[in-house]
């Protein structure tokens, strides 16, 4: 799927793109619970526990173009990645969850001096993938909205910061991840999650 967007991104830049930065970037992913009952049916909401997955690291990547007509205005491919865990073995006996978003992304910069205030917005999939063999994996449509600023060392390297909202949209009142014999549910349709990040960008 990741490959499929990058190829479907590329295909899409027009000729007008002139030049681009590369944006390796790590911060820290806040989870929050989902909804569980191990019996196999929800027959009321009030018997679902919750199933948290640990907040953590994140590594990701933004790959941004400027258009040579506009050139505080960009559109790119963001990917980010979290391996995290359940924070009980009650479910899986592998613990272990892997956490992809795959996101085209438009950038607004409001440049000041060295600073390069900025604005975004993305849509692309979320992808939770359970490492235990017993749970199956979930793609959902998901998007992010973002604000930051980079910051300029040299004319090519800079810093850059910012802060992520990636709402993942989960039909809360069905089964996610079980093949079979336990029943989980996101505790909404919209599953919310927060990154802040620190990174190096690349210009050219």
């Known amino acids: 799927m990741k490959y499929i967007l990058a190829f479907m991104l590329l295909a899409c830049i027009p ?3 002139i030049a681009g930065d590369l944006t390796l970037l790590a911060g820290y992913q806040t989870n929050p619970d989902f ?9 009321d909401e009030d018997d679902l526990e919750d199933l948290g997955l640990d907040d953590g690291p994140t590594l990701s990547v933004a790959w941004d173009f400027v258009f040579k007509n506009n050139p ?6 963001y990917v980010s990645h979290q391996q995290t ?11 272990g969850m892997k956490i992809t978003h795959v996101h085209f992304t438009g950038t607004s910069y409001y440049p000041n001096g060295k600073m390069e205030p900025f ?7 979320g992808v939770f993938s ?17 604000a930051g600023s980079n910051y300029q060392l040299t004319e ?10 990636l709402p993942t949209f989960f039909n809360g009142s ?15 349709d919209t599953y919310s999650q927060i990154q802040a990040n620190v990174g190096v960008m690349f210009r050219y």
Request: charged share 20%.
């Open 15 to 17: 000729q007008t793109v």
């Open 35 to 43: 909804k569980v009952n191990t019996v196999g049916t929800v027959a």
């Open 72 to 77: 505080d205005q960009r559109i790119g491919l």
């Open 85 to 95: 865990d359940f924070d009980s073995a009650d479910v899986a006996t592998d613990t």
């Open 119 to 125: 604005v975004s917005a993305g849509i692309g999939v």
């Open 130 to 146: 359970p490492e235990d063999s017993d749970l199956s994996s979930e793609t959902k449509f998901s998007a992010q909205i973002a």
């Open 156 to 165: 090519n390297l800079l810093i850059r910061f910012d802060i992520r909202w």
């Open 174 to 188: 069905s089964a996610i991840f079980c093949n079979g014999g336990c029943v989980i549910t996101a505790e909404s």
